[in-house]
């Protein structure tokens, strides 16, 4: 069955670094999502992608974020510069324009900035 | 603004009681809602997703309902086993703001051996 792959499952960066966050959604989707997830409290949305543009960001998507479909596979997730509070989760979701409207999430990056 | 509440936050119990987890929702305008399983620092496991047109999915001990009209959903364990202790998660998608999912904040399940 196919599934929505993200790399790494665990990274550790120092404040002020820039990190990159991988996800691999299932080859058919068209629409990709990121969320977070700070320990202890609720998944939260952060962003929305399509035909290769945001189509919607939240709050917390700030300056700092951005996102890329690169190669036509990955969608990635960067946050330029890290600070202590953007440790937490993050899911990345794929979602096909037909069928069931169901998101599919992978694993999840667990960052923590130091 | 959709908001999705769940109630208990946390539920402990017996191994081989049934058990029922309760989710609310305040817009009834959703294309589907999903439970998910989390583990302790883990990711999201799906367990069910109920379309807004059915009442009910089951998968082996799991079942869920969606009364969408009054904007609530149940989880029903059957047989409860220690295996089952996690953190269950209820989610809907809405038909408005963009296709993003609506997380609750989730029910802590601890099942004693």
């Known amino acids: 069955e196919p599934e929505v792959t993200q790399t790494p499952s665990h990274q550790v960066t120092q404040m002020g670094q820039e990190v990159i966050l991988r996800c691999v959604p299932i080859?058919?989707?068209?629409?990709f999502y990121w969320y977070r997830q700070i320990l202890g409290q609720k998944v939260e949305f952060l962003v929305s992608?399509?035909?290769?543009?945001?189509?919607?960001k939240s709050e917390i998507f700030d300056d700092q974020f951005s996102v890329e479909r690169p190669d036509g596979s990955n969608f990635t997730l960067k946050i330029r510069s890290t600070k202590l509070e953007d440790s937490a989760m993050y899911f990345c979701?794929?979602?096909?324009?037909?069928?069931?409207?169901?998101?599919?999430f992978g694993p999840g990056t667990r960052l923590t900035v130091l | 603004k959709q908001e999705v509440t769940q109630i208990p936050a946390a539920l402990s119990v017996p191994e081989g009681e049934n058990l029922v987890l309760n989710c609310s929702f305040t817009?009834?305008?959703?294309?589907?809602l999903q439970w998910f399983r989390q583990d302790p620092g883990k990711g999201l496991t799906s367990l069910l997703l109920?379309?807004?047109?059915?009442r009910e999915q089951t998968s082996g001990r799991l079942n869920a309902s969606l009364d969408k009209s009054s904007g609530r959903s149940t989880l029903y364990i059957a047989a409860s086993q220690p295996g089952d202790s996690a953190t269950y998660l209820c989610?809907?998608?809405?038909?408005?703001?963009?296709?993003?999912?609506?997380f609750g904040a989730g029910t802590r399940l601890f099942v004693k051996a």
């Open positions: 080859s058919n989707h068209l629409y």
């Open positions: 979701a794929s979602r096909s324009d037909r069928g069931r409207n169901e998101q599919f």
């Open positions: 992608f399509y035909n290769n543009e945001i189509s919607e």
């Open positions: 989610a809907v998608l809405p038909y408005t703001g963009g296709f993003k999912t609506i």
């Open positions: 109920i379309q807004s047109s059915q």
């Open positions: 817009d009834s305008a959703i294309y589907n």
